[in-house]
Protein backbone atom coordinates (compact mmCIF):
# COMPACT_ATOMS: atom_id res chain seq x y z
CA UNK A 1 0.00 0.00 0.00
CA UNK A 2 1.88 3.02 -1.35
CA UNK A 3 2.01 6.11 1.59
CA UNK A 4 -0.44 8.36 -1.00
CA UNK A 5 -3.18 6.05 -0.81
CA UNK A 6 -2.51 5.49 3.30
CA UNK A 7 -2.87 8.67 3.71
CA UNK A 8 -5.71 9.43 1.35
CA UNK A 9 -7.84 6.64 3.41
CA UNK A 10 -7.08 8.29 7.02
CA UNK A 11 -7.87 11.62 5.53
CA UNK A 12 -11.32 10.31 4.14
CA UNK A 13 -11.77 8.52 7.55
CA UNK A 14 -11.16 11.70 9.06
CA UNK A 15 -13.56 13.70 6.79
CA UNK A 16 -16.44 11.72 7.80
CA UNK A 17 -16.08 11.03 11.32
CA UNK A 18 -15.47 15.22 11.51
CA UNK A 19 -18.77 15.82 9.58
CA UNK A 20 -20.53 13.65 11.73
CA UNK A 21 -18.73 15.60 14.67
CA UNK A 22 -19.30 19.37 13.50
CA UNK A 23 -23.03 18.44 12.33
CA UNK A 24 -23.69 17.03 16.00
CA UNK A 25 -22.73 19.54 17.61
CA UNK A 26 -24.01 22.35 15.43
CA UNK A 27 -27.52 21.12 14.45
CA UNK A 28 -28.24 19.41 17.69
CA UNK A 29 -28.72 22.83 20.25
CA UNK A 30 -31.20 23.83 17.71
CA UNK A 31 -32.64 20.24 17.15
CA UNK A 32 -32.83 20.33 21.35
CA UNK A 33 -34.41 24.17 21.61
CA UNK A 34 -37.09 23.44 19.13
CA UNK A 35 -37.92 19.64 20.30
CA UNK A 36 -38.31 21.26 24.17
CA UNK A 37 -40.12 24.04 22.72
CA UNK A 38 -42.84 21.41 21.86
CA UNK A 39 -43.11 19.09 25.42
CA UNK A 40 -45.33 20.03 28.30
CA UNK A 41 -43.80 20.69 31.68
CA UNK A 42 -44.38 17.02 32.91
CA UNK A 43 -42.60 15.46 30.14
CA UNK A 44 -39.42 17.95 30.62
CA UNK A 45 -39.41 16.58 33.92
CA UNK A 46 -40.32 13.58 33.60
CA UNK A 47 -38.00 12.39 31.12
CA UNK A 48 -35.15 14.83 30.68
CA UNK A 49 -33.42 12.61 28.83
CA UNK A 50 -35.74 11.58 26.02
CA UNK A 51 -34.56 12.56 23.17
CA UNK A 52 -37.17 12.26 20.51
CA UNK A 53 -40.36 13.71 20.61
CA UNK A 54 -43.70 12.05 20.45
CA UNK A 55 -45.79 12.54 17.33
CA UNK A 56 -49.24 12.33 19.68
CA UNK A 57 -47.53 14.48 22.45
CA UNK A 58 -46.67 17.21 20.55
CA UNK A 59 -47.95 20.42 22.82
CA UNK A 60 -48.44 23.75 21.56
CA UNK A 61 -49.22 25.20 24.91
CA UNK A 62 -45.17 27.18 25.39
CA UNK A 63 -46.02 28.87 22.44
CA UNK A 64 -49.22 30.18 23.35
CA UNK A 65 -48.36 31.02 26.81
CA UNK A 66 -45.20 33.06 25.35
CA UNK A 67 -47.29 35.16 22.65
CA UNK A 68 -50.10 35.61 24.68
CA UNK A 69 -49.76 35.59 28.33
CA UNK A 70 -45.71 36.74 28.56
CA UNK A 71 -46.49 39.41 25.82
CA UNK A 72 -43.88 37.82 23.04
CA UNK A 73 -46.97 39.43 20.75
CA UNK A 74 -45.52 43.09 21.88
CA UNK A 75 -42.04 42.10 22.11
CA UNK A 76 -42.28 40.68 18.52
CA UNK A 77 -43.64 43.90 16.88
CA UNK A 78 -40.93 45.89 19.07
CA UNK A 79 -37.94 43.95 17.37
CA UNK A 80 -39.45 44.19 13.94
CA UNK A 81 -39.81 48.20 13.80
CA UNK A 82 -36.35 48.42 16.07
CA UNK A 83 -34.26 46.35 13.81
CA UNK A 84 -36.13 47.94 10.45
CA UNK A 85 -35.55 51.40 11.51
CA UNK A 86 -31.99 50.42 12.00
CA UNK A 87 -31.63 48.91 8.56
CA UNK A 88 -33.15 51.92 6.77
CA UNK A 89 -31.20 54.66 8.70
CA UNK A 90 -27.93 52.81 8.80
CA UNK A 91 -28.16 51.61 5.15
CA UNK A 92 -29.15 55.73 3.79
CA UNK A 93 -26.34 57.11 6.02
CA UNK A 94 -23.29 54.65 5.31
CA UNK A 95 -24.37 54.99 1.29
CA UNK A 96 -24.13 58.61 1.17
CA UNK A 97 -21.15 58.87 3.58
CA UNK A 98 -19.43 55.87 1.75
CA UNK A 99 -20.02 57.50 -1.06
CA UNK A 100 -18.65 60.92 0.26
CA UNK A 101 -15.21 59.51 1.44
CA UNK A 102 -14.81 57.60 -1.81
CA UNK A 103 -15.97 60.15 -4.61
CA UNK A 104 -15.75 63.43 -2.96
CA UNK A 105 -12.45 65.50 -1.99
CA UNK A 106 -11.97 66.82 1.01
CA UNK A 107 -9.49 67.82 3.69
CA UNK A 108 -9.09 64.81 6.38
CA UNK A 109 -10.27 62.13 4.10
CA UNK A 110 -7.78 59.73 4.65
CA UNK A 111 -7.98 60.17 8.92
CA UNK A 112 -11.64 59.71 8.38
CA UNK A 113 -11.65 56.45 6.43
CA UNK A 114 -9.17 55.07 9.50
CA UNK A 115 -11.16 56.16 12.36
CA UNK A 116 -14.09 54.82 10.87
CA UNK A 117 -12.44 51.16 11.47
CA UNK A 118 -10.97 52.57 14.58
CA UNK A 119 -14.70 53.21 15.69
CA UNK A 120 -15.75 50.22 14.59
CA UNK A 121 -13.75 48.71 17.26
CA UNK A 122 -14.60 50.60 20.86
CA UNK A 123 -16.43 48.01 22.53
CA UNK A 124 -19.96 47.96 24.05
CA UNK A 125 -18.89 47.25 27.37
CA UNK A 126 -16.94 50.66 27.79
CA UNK A 127 -19.92 52.34 26.55
CA UNK A 128 -22.84 51.27 28.09
CA UNK A 129 -22.09 52.62 31.37
CA UNK A 130 -21.56 56.25 30.81
CA UNK A 131 -24.37 55.99 28.11
CA UNK A 132 -26.52 54.55 30.68
CA UNK A 133 -25.40 57.45 33.42
CA UNK A 134 -26.43 60.17 30.81
CA UNK A 135 -30.09 59.21 29.47
CA UNK A 136 -30.81 57.83 32.82
CA UNK A 137 -30.33 61.91 33.92
CA UNK A 138 -31.84 62.89 30.84
CA UNK A 139 -35.11 60.93 31.68
CA UNK A 140 -34.81 59.16 28.62
CA UNK A 141 -33.38 55.90 29.03
CA UNK A 142 -36.18 53.86 28.93
CA UNK A 143 -37.16 54.40 24.82
CA UNK A 144 -37.24 52.11 22.12
CA UNK A 145 -36.20 54.98 19.76
CA UNK A 146 -33.15 55.80 21.69
CA UNK A 147 -32.31 52.13 21.55
CA UNK A 148 -32.62 52.40 17.67
CA UNK A 149 -30.02 55.41 17.78
CA UNK A 150 -27.55 53.16 19.90
CA UNK A 151 -27.93 50.44 17.29
CA UNK A 152 -27.16 53.13 14.46
CA UNK A 153 -23.61 53.74 16.09
CA UNK A 154 -23.37 50.09 16.41
CA UNK A 155 -23.46 49.35 12.88
CA UNK A 156 -22.77 52.18 11.09
CA UNK A 157 -19.32 52.52 11.17
CA UNK A 158 -19.15 48.83 9.69
CA UNK A 159 -21.75 49.38 6.58
CA UNK A 160 -19.93 53.08 5.90
CA UNK A 161 -16.54 50.66 5.59
CA UNK A 162 -18.16 47.73 3.40
CA UNK A 163 -19.67 50.36 1.46
CA UNK A 164 -17.17 52.37 0.97
CA UNK A 165 -14.71 49.37 -0.22
CA UNK A 166 -17.71 48.51 -2.43
CA UNK A 167 -18.00 52.01 -3.74
CA UNK A 168 -14.25 52.00 -4.66
CA UNK A 169 -14.54 48.99 -7.22
CA UNK A 170 -17.08 51.02 -9.35
CA UNK A 171 -16.01 52.78 -12.26
CA UNK A 172 -16.20 56.42 -12.04
CA UNK A 173 -16.88 56.47 -15.94
CA UNK A 174 -20.81 56.37 -15.52
CA UNK A 175 -20.84 59.16 -12.43
CA UNK A 176 -18.98 61.20 -14.81
CA UNK A 177 -21.63 61.00 -17.08
CA UNK A 178 -24.33 61.57 -15.34
CA UNK A 179 -22.72 64.78 -13.91
CA UNK A 180 -22.17 66.27 -17.11
CA UNK A 181 -25.53 64.91 -18.53
CA UNK A 182 -26.44 67.52 -15.63
CA UNK A 183 -27.45 64.97 -12.66
CA UNK A 184 -26.44 66.46 -9.47
CA UNK A 185 -24.34 64.21 -7.07
CA UNK A 186 -27.48 63.08 -4.99
CA UNK A 187 -29.18 62.41 -8.20
CA UNK A 188 -26.16 60.69 -9.36
CA UNK A 189 -26.30 58.27 -6.06
CA UNK A 190 -29.72 57.58 -6.40
CA UNK A 191 -29.76 56.90 -10.00
CA UNK A 192 -26.56 55.56 -10.46
CA UNK A 193 -24.29 54.33 -7.07
CA UNK A 194 -27.60 52.84 -6.00
CA UNK A 195 -28.85 50.29 -8.98
CA UNK A 196 -24.98 49.15 -9.21
CA UNK A 197 -24.39 48.41 -5.84
CA UNK A 198 -27.48 46.76 -5.12
CA UNK A 199 -25.94 43.44 -4.21
CA UNK A 200 -23.03 45.09 -1.38
CA UNK A 201 -26.53 47.06 0.13
CA UNK A 202 -28.32 43.83 0.48
CA UNK A 203 -25.38 42.53 2.32
CA UNK A 204 -25.31 45.81 4.65
CA UNK A 205 -29.07 45.56 4.96
CA UNK A 206 -28.78 42.34 6.12
CA UNK A 207 -26.16 42.62 8.29
CA UNK A 208 -27.61 45.70 10.48
CA UNK A 209 -30.47 43.46 10.50
CA UNK A 210 -29.21 40.63 12.44
CA UNK A 211 -27.03 42.99 14.38
CA UNK A 212 -29.98 44.89 15.89
CA UNK A 213 -32.33 41.82 15.91
CA UNK A 214 -29.80 39.81 18.09
CA UNK A 215 -28.66 43.02 20.10
CA UNK A 216 -28.17 42.09 23.79
CA UNK A 217 -26.79 44.16 26.36
CA UNK A 218 -28.34 47.72 25.46
CA UNK A 219 -31.77 46.23 25.27
CA UNK A 220 -30.69 44.69 28.58
CA UNK A 221 -29.43 48.32 29.90
CA UNK A 222 -31.91 50.78 28.48
CA UNK A 223 -35.43 49.23 28.59
CA UNK A 224 -37.03 49.11 31.90
CA UNK A 225 -40.69 48.57 30.82
CA UNK A 226 -42.32 45.45 29.60
CA UNK A 227 -44.55 47.18 26.50
CA UNK A 228 -40.99 48.37 25.15
CA UNK A 229 -38.89 45.33 25.21
CA UNK A 230 -37.11 43.83 22.10
CA UNK A 231 -37.41 39.82 21.80
CA UNK A 232 -33.93 39.34 23.37
CA UNK A 233 -34.62 41.08 26.24
CA UNK A 234 -38.12 39.50 26.66
CA UNK A 235 -36.31 36.23 26.57
CA UNK A 236 -34.09 37.49 29.60
CA UNK A 237 -37.05 38.43 31.50
CA UNK A 238 -38.89 35.30 30.83
CA UNK A 239 -35.86 33.38 32.16
CA UNK A 240 -35.70 35.04 35.34
CA UNK A 241 -38.79 34.74 36.05
CA UNK A 242 -39.84 30.83 35.35
CA UNK A 243 -37.75 28.23 36.57
CA UNK A 244 -38.92 25.03 35.73
CA UNK A 245 -40.61 25.62 32.58
CA UNK A 246 -37.41 25.34 30.31
CA UNK A 247 -40.36 24.46 27.10
CA UNK A 248 -41.33 27.97 27.89
CA UNK A 249 -37.57 29.81 27.67
CA UNK A 250 -37.13 27.03 24.83
CA UNK A 251 -40.07 28.24 22.52
CA UNK A 252 -38.98 32.19 23.24
CA UNK A 253 -35.90 30.91 21.99
CA UNK A 254 -36.88 29.37 19.14
CA UNK A 255 -39.38 32.61 18.10
CA UNK A 256 -36.16 35.10 18.68
CA UNK A 257 -34.02 32.33 16.75
CA UNK A 258 -36.70 31.31 13.71
CA UNK A 259 -36.66 34.87 11.53
CA UNK A 260 -33.18 35.45 11.70
CA UNK A 261 -32.59 31.98 10.38
CA UNK A 262 -34.84 31.63 8.31
CA UNK A 263 -33.96 35.39 7.07
CA UNK A 264 -30.63 34.40 6.52
CA UNK A 265 -31.14 31.20 4.80
CA UNK A 266 -32.91 32.66 2.53
CA UNK A 267 -30.14 35.38 1.70
CA UNK A 268 -27.23 33.17 2.24
CA UNK A 269 -24.92 34.29 -0.19
CA UNK A 270 -25.36 37.96 0.69
CA UNK A 271 -24.67 37.48 4.40
CA UNK A 272 -21.99 35.30 3.62
CA UNK A 273 -20.19 37.88 1.65
CA UNK A 274 -21.83 40.42 4.36
CA UNK A 275 -19.48 38.38 6.60
CA UNK A 276 -16.38 38.25 5.52
CA UNK A 277 -16.09 41.78 3.66
CA UNK A 278 -17.13 43.41 6.99
CA UNK A 279 -15.34 41.19 8.85
CA UNK A 280 -17.80 41.70 11.14
CA UNK A 281 -18.23 42.18 14.85
CA UNK A 282 -19.16 39.91 17.82
CA UNK B 1 -14.45 75.55 1.33
CA UNK B 2 -15.24 74.26 -2.06
CA UNK B 3 -18.52 73.06 -3.25
CA UNK B 4 -17.21 68.99 -2.91
CA UNK B 5 -16.12 69.49 0.43
CA UNK B 6 -18.87 71.10 1.46
CA UNK B 7 -21.24 68.26 0.16
CA UNK B 8 -18.76 65.85 1.47
CA UNK B 9 -18.90 67.72 4.95
CA UNK B 10 -23.35 67.57 4.85
CA UNK B 11 -22.90 63.77 4.03
CA UNK B 12 -21.02 62.68 6.37
CA UNK B 13 -22.51 65.25 9.45
CA UNK B 14 -24.96 62.71 10.29
CA UNK B 15 -22.88 59.82 10.84
CA UNK B 16 -20.40 62.25 12.20
CA UNK B 17 -23.12 63.30 15.21
CA UNK B 18 -24.22 60.03 15.78
CA UNK B 19 -20.75 58.53 16.01
CA UNK B 20 -20.19 61.89 18.27
CA UNK B 21 -23.10 61.33 20.78
CA UNK B 22 -22.61 57.69 21.17
CA UNK B 23 -19.14 56.31 20.68
CA UNK B 24 -16.67 59.07 21.25
CA UNK B 25 -18.67 61.44 24.37
CA UNK B 26 -19.35 58.40 26.08
CA UNK B 27 -15.62 57.13 26.30
CA UNK B 28 -14.83 60.88 27.46
CA UNK B 29 -17.27 60.96 29.55
CA UNK B 30 -16.42 57.48 31.10
CA UNK B 31 -13.09 58.59 31.80
CA UNK B 32 -14.82 61.58 33.85
CA UNK B 33 -16.90 59.16 35.73
CA UNK B 34 -13.81 57.33 36.66
CA UNK B 35 -12.53 60.39 38.49
CA UNK B 36 -15.37 61.31 40.35
CA UNK B 37 -17.12 59.17 43.41
CA UNK B 38 -20.41 58.65 41.84
CA UNK B 39 -22.93 56.39 43.23
CA UNK B 40 -25.81 54.84 40.98
CA UNK B 41 -28.01 56.86 43.59
CA UNK B 42 -26.32 60.06 42.63
CA UNK B 43 -27.26 60.29 38.91
CA UNK B 44 -29.95 62.82 39.31
CA UNK B 45 -28.28 65.30 41.39
CA UNK B 46 -25.95 67.74 40.52
CA UNK B 47 -23.17 66.13 41.73
CA UNK B 48 -22.14 64.76 38.61
CA UNK B 49 -20.62 67.79 37.24
CA UNK B 50 -18.79 69.09 40.38
CA UNK B 51 -15.35 69.15 39.94
CA UNK B 52 -14.25 66.74 42.97
CA UNK B 53 -12.23 64.73 40.84
CA UNK B 54 -10.03 61.86 42.69
CA UNK B 55 -7.74 58.88 42.29
CA UNK B 56 -9.93 57.07 45.01
CA UNK B 57 -11.78 54.95 42.07
CA UNK B 58 -8.81 53.96 40.76
CA UNK B 59 -7.09 52.87 44.09
CA UNK B 60 -10.30 50.75 45.14
CA UNK B 61 -10.33 49.16 42.17
CA UNK B 62 -6.48 48.47 41.95
CA UNK B 63 -6.71 47.20 45.61
CA UNK B 64 -9.26 44.77 44.99
CA UNK B 65 -8.36 41.32 45.65
CA UNK B 66 -9.99 40.14 42.96
CA UNK B 67 -8.79 42.12 39.65
CA UNK B 68 -5.40 39.88 39.82
CA UNK B 69 -7.47 36.53 39.56
CA UNK B 70 -9.93 38.67 36.92
CA UNK B 71 -7.25 39.60 35.24
CA UNK B 72 -6.08 36.05 34.67
CA UNK B 73 -9.26 34.51 33.82
CA UNK B 74 -10.11 37.49 31.22
CA UNK B 75 -6.37 36.38 29.43
CA UNK B 76 -7.45 32.60 29.85
CA UNK B 77 -10.92 33.03 28.54
CA UNK B 78 -9.90 35.49 25.86
CA UNK B 79 -6.35 33.23 24.53
CA UNK B 80 -8.94 30.23 24.81
CA UNK B 81 -12.14 30.85 23.48
CA UNK B 82 -10.02 32.38 20.41
CA UNK B 83 -7.68 29.57 20.02
CA UNK B 84 -10.60 27.47 20.07
CA UNK B 85 -12.97 29.38 17.78
CA UNK B 86 -10.19 29.32 15.31
CA UNK B 87 -9.00 25.80 15.61
CA UNK B 88 -12.56 24.61 15.21
CA UNK B 89 -12.99 26.96 12.14
CA UNK B 90 -10.31 25.48 10.35
CA UNK B 91 -11.27 21.94 11.34
CA UNK B 92 -14.77 22.83 9.42
CA UNK B 93 -13.40 24.69 6.66
CA UNK B 94 -10.99 21.67 5.49
CA UNK B 95 -14.05 19.30 5.61
CA UNK B 96 -16.59 21.62 3.32
CA UNK B 97 -13.50 22.65 1.34
CA UNK B 98 -13.68 20.73 -2.41
CA UNK B 99 -17.03 20.20 -4.10
CA UNK B 100 -19.61 17.51 -2.95
CA UNK B 101 -23.55 17.47 -2.94
CA UNK B 102 -24.94 19.28 -0.19
CA UNK B 103 -22.01 21.55 0.18
CA UNK B 104 -23.95 25.00 0.77
CA UNK B 105 -26.70 23.52 2.93
CA UNK B 106 -23.52 22.41 5.41
CA UNK B 107 -22.18 25.85 5.32
CA UNK B 108 -25.07 27.05 6.03
CA UNK B 109 -25.72 24.54 8.92
CA UNK B 110 -22.15 25.58 9.66
CA UNK B 111 -22.61 29.36 10.04
CA UNK B 112 -25.83 29.22 12.28
CA UNK B 113 -24.27 29.28 15.66
CA UNK B 114 -22.89 32.66 14.69
CA UNK B 115 -26.27 33.72 12.99
CA UNK B 116 -28.37 33.26 15.99
CA UNK B 117 -29.43 35.39 18.67
CA UNK B 118 -26.77 35.09 21.81
CA UNK B 119 -29.86 34.83 24.14
CA UNK B 120 -31.56 31.94 22.66
CA UNK B 121 -28.69 29.65 21.90
CA UNK B 122 -26.73 30.70 25.79
CA UNK B 123 -30.28 29.83 27.24
CA UNK B 124 -29.95 26.53 25.54
CA UNK B 125 -26.81 25.18 26.14
CA UNK B 126 -27.53 25.88 29.56
CA UNK B 127 -30.54 23.85 29.71
CA UNK B 128 -28.66 21.15 27.96
CA UNK B 129 -25.72 20.88 30.58
CA UNK B 130 -28.36 21.69 33.40
CA UNK B 131 -27.90 19.46 36.44
CA UNK B 132 -31.12 18.78 37.40
CA UNK B 133 -32.99 18.91 33.74
CA UNK B 134 -30.46 18.41 31.37
CA UNK B 135 -30.29 16.32 28.42
CA UNK B 136 -26.47 15.81 28.46
CA UNK B 137 -25.90 14.63 32.27
CA UNK B 138 -29.23 12.98 32.22
CA UNK B 139 -27.87 10.88 29.66
CA UNK B 140 -24.77 10.28 30.73
CA UNK B 141 -25.84 9.10 34.11
CA UNK B 142 -28.38 6.61 32.30
CA UNK B 143 -25.57 5.28 30.54
CA UNK B 144 -23.37 4.91 33.33
CA UNK B 145 -20.78 7.19 32.02
CA UNK B 146 -21.48 9.59 35.23
CA UNK B 147 -21.97 8.26 38.72
CA UNK B 148 -23.54 11.81 39.22
CA UNK B 149 -24.63 15.09 37.09
CA UNK B 150 -22.16 17.54 36.65
CA UNK B 151 -23.21 21.61 37.01
CA UNK B 152 -20.97 22.48 34.01
CA UNK B 153 -21.49 26.59 34.50
CA UNK B 154 -21.70 26.67 38.27
CA UNK B 155 -18.87 24.47 39.84
CA UNK B 156 -15.72 26.12 40.11
CA UNK B 157 -13.34 23.14 40.43
CA UNK B 158 -13.50 19.86 38.85
CA UNK B 159 -11.44 17.14 40.34
CA UNK B 160 -10.18 14.74 37.63
CA UNK B 161 -8.45 11.27 37.98
CA UNK B 162 -6.18 10.88 35.44
CA UNK B 163 -4.46 7.48 35.68
CA UNK B 164 -4.16 8.14 39.26
CA UNK B 165 -2.89 11.63 39.00
CA UNK B 166 -5.67 14.18 40.64
CA UNK B 167 -5.98 17.28 37.90
CA UNK B 168 -8.08 20.01 39.12
CA UNK B 169 -10.24 21.31 36.59
CA UNK B 170 -11.49 25.04 36.65
CA UNK B 171 -14.75 23.79 35.10
CA UNK B 172 -17.01 26.28 34.90
CA UNK B 173 -14.49 28.70 32.70
CA UNK B 174 -13.95 25.85 30.59
CA UNK B 175 -17.38 25.10 29.90
CA UNK B 176 -17.29 28.82 28.76
CA UNK B 177 -14.49 28.85 26.77
CA UNK B 178 -16.05 25.43 24.54
CA UNK B 179 -19.26 27.15 24.63
CA UNK B 180 -17.32 30.73 22.90
CA UNK B 181 -15.22 28.05 20.80
CA UNK B 182 -18.91 26.48 19.46
CA UNK B 183 -19.95 30.20 19.20
CA UNK B 184 -17.22 31.99 16.99
CA UNK B 185 -15.68 29.22 14.88
CA UNK B 186 -17.66 30.20 11.68
CA UNK B 187 -16.32 33.27 11.92
CA UNK B 188 -12.84 32.27 11.51
CA UNK B 189 -14.56 28.82 9.25
CA UNK B 190 -16.01 31.39 6.74
CA UNK B 191 -12.46 33.51 6.55
CA UNK B 192 -10.13 30.67 6.17
CA UNK B 193 -12.44 28.24 3.82
CA UNK B 194 -12.13 31.68 1.66
CA UNK B 195 -8.71 31.62 1.37
CA UNK B 196 -8.53 28.05 1.00
CA UNK B 197 -10.35 28.83 -2.39
CA UNK B 198 -7.72 31.24 -3.15
CA UNK B 199 -4.84 28.68 -2.98
CA UNK B 200 -4.03 28.25 -6.55
CA UNK B 201 -4.17 24.20 -7.60
CA UNK B 202 -0.96 24.41 -9.77
CA UNK B 203 1.03 24.31 -5.91
CA UNK B 204 -0.91 21.22 -5.00
CA UNK B 205 0.19 19.58 -8.38
CA UNK B 206 3.36 20.41 -8.95
CA UNK B 207 3.83 19.12 -4.85
CA UNK B 208 2.25 15.73 -6.17
CA UNK B 209 4.31 15.70 -8.74
CA UNK B 210 7.43 15.50 -6.86
CA UNK B 211 6.04 13.19 -4.70
CA UNK B 212 4.49 14.70 -1.23
CA UNK B 213 1.98 13.19 0.27
CA UNK B 214 -0.85 14.47 0.82
CA UNK B 215 -0.23 15.30 5.05
CA UNK B 216 2.96 16.74 3.95
CA UNK B 217 0.75 18.72 1.11
CA UNK B 218 -1.16 20.06 3.84
CA UNK B 219 1.93 20.85 6.02
CA UNK B 220 4.14 22.34 3.44
CA UNK B 221 1.60 24.51 1.20
CA UNK B 222 -1.84 24.64 2.63
CA UNK B 223 -0.95 25.85 6.58
CA UNK B 224 1.79 28.48 5.14
CA UNK B 225 -0.66 29.96 2.91
CA UNK B 226 -3.09 30.26 5.72
CA UNK B 227 -0.45 31.75 8.44
CA UNK B 228 -1.56 35.59 7.52
CA UNK B 229 -5.39 34.74 7.78
CA UNK B 230 -4.93 32.22 10.91
CA UNK B 231 -2.70 35.33 12.59
CA UNK B 232 -5.22 38.12 11.51
CA UNK B 233 -8.52 36.17 12.73
CA UNK B 234 -6.22 35.58 15.81
CA UNK B 235 -5.44 38.86 16.41
CA UNK B 236 -9.61 39.67 15.87
CA UNK B 237 -10.74 37.34 18.28
CA UNK B 238 -8.56 38.37 20.87
CA UNK B 239 -9.54 42.05 21.13
CA UNK B 240 -13.37 40.87 20.42
CA UNK B 241 -13.20 38.27 23.10
CA UNK B 242 -11.35 40.37 25.70
CA UNK B 243 -14.35 42.97 25.58
CA UNK B 244 -16.73 39.87 25.42
CA UNK B 245 -19.79 39.89 28.26
CA UNK B 246 -23.02 38.94 26.98
CA UNK B 247 -21.84 35.18 26.97
CA UNK B 248 -20.19 35.10 30.13
CA UNK B 249 -23.22 37.13 31.96
CA UNK B 250 -25.98 35.04 30.36
CA UNK B 251 -24.34 31.46 31.03
CA UNK B 252 -23.08 31.92 34.32
CA UNK B 253 -23.16 35.68 35.59
CA UNK B 254 -19.35 35.82 36.28
CA UNK B 255 -19.77 33.22 39.51
CA UNK B 256 -17.69 29.93 39.57
CA UNK B 257 -14.71 31.76 38.62
CA UNK B 258 -15.78 33.13 35.22
CA UNK B 259 -15.25 36.72 36.30
CA UNK B 260 -13.87 38.21 33.39
CA UNK B 261 -13.14 42.31 34.00
CA UNK B 262 -16.05 43.00 31.69
CA UNK B 263 -18.61 41.41 34.21
CA UNK B 264 -16.27 43.37 36.80
CA UNK B 265 -17.79 46.62 35.07
CA UNK B 266 -21.15 45.61 35.25
CA UNK B 267 -20.75 44.39 39.26
CA UNK B 268 -19.54 47.36 40.32
CA UNK B 269 -22.22 49.32 38.38
CA UNK B 270 -25.15 47.70 39.88
CA UNK B 271 -23.75 45.03 42.51
CA UNK B 272 -22.11 47.70 44.46
CA UNK B 273 -24.20 50.84 42.91
CA UNK B 274 -20.55 52.01 42.47
CA UNK B 275 -20.04 53.57 38.66
CA UNK B 276 -17.08 55.34 39.85
CA UNK B 277 -15.30 51.71 40.33
CA UNK B 278 -17.17 50.46 37.44
CA UNK B 279 -15.78 53.38 34.88
CA UNK B 280 -12.46 52.85 36.33
CA UNK B 281 -12.43 49.05 35.16
CA UNK B 282 -13.71 50.11 32.48
CA UNK B 283 -10.67 52.62 31.84
CA UNK B 284 -8.21 49.68 32.45
CA UNK B 285 -9.91 47.23 29.84
CA UNK B 286 -9.91 50.19 27.07
CA UNK B 287 -6.46 50.80 28.02
CA UNK B 288 -5.01 47.19 27.39
CA UNK B 289 -7.72 47.55 24.12
CA UNK B 290 -5.86 50.34 23.11
CA UNK B 291 -2.28 48.78 22.78
CA UNK B 292 -3.94 45.47 20.65
CA UNK B 293 -5.53 48.36 18.60
CA UNK B 294 -2.44 50.05 17.86
CA UNK B 295 -1.10 46.52 16.72
CA UNK B 296 -4.29 45.97 15.09
CA UNK B 297 -3.56 49.63 12.92
CA UNK B 298 0.53 49.11 12.52
CA UNK B 299 -1.18 45.39 10.48
CA UNK B 300 -3.69 47.73 8.25
CA UNK B 301 -0.70 50.18 7.53
CA UNK B 302 1.85 47.70 7.15
CA UNK B 303 -0.43 45.65 4.52
CA UNK B 304 -1.57 49.14 2.44
Not at chain 1, 124 to 139: N, T
Not at chain 1, 188 to 215: C, D, G, K, Q
Not at chain 1, 248 to 269: G, K, N, Q
Not at chain 2, 225 to 248: G, H, P
Request: net charge positive; glycine share 6%.
Amino acid sequence: MSREYFEQTIIRILRVVGLIFFIIIVAFPFYWMIVSSFKSLGEILLRPANLGLDIRKIDFHAYYAVLFEHGFLQYISNSVYVSILTVVLSVTLATVGGYAVTRLRFRGRKIMSYSILLIYMFPAIVLVIPLYVMFSRMGLRDSINLLILVYLAQTLPVALYMLKSYFQTLPPEMEHAGLIDGCSRLGVIWRIVIPLSAPALASVALYTFMIAWNEFLFAFMFLDTPEKFTLSRGVVQLAQSVHLSKQLVMAASVTVTIPILVLFLFFERCLVRGLTAGAMKG
Amino acid sequence: MDQEARLAFWLLFPTFIVVLVFVIFPVIWNLWLSLKPVSLGDLRGISLFKFNLTLENFRKVFGDQHLGPGLLTTLIYTIGGSALSILLGLMAALLVHGEFPGRGLLRGLFISPYIAPVVAVTFTWSFIVDPQLGVLNWLAVDKGLLAQPIPFLSQRWWDLDLLGVRVRMPLALISVILFEGWRYFPFAFLFILARLQAIPDELYQAASVDGASPFRRFYHITLPQLSTVLSTLFLFRFIWTFNKFDDIFLLSRGQAGTKVLTIKVYDYAFGEFDIGASSAVAMVLFGVLSIFLIIYFRWILKED
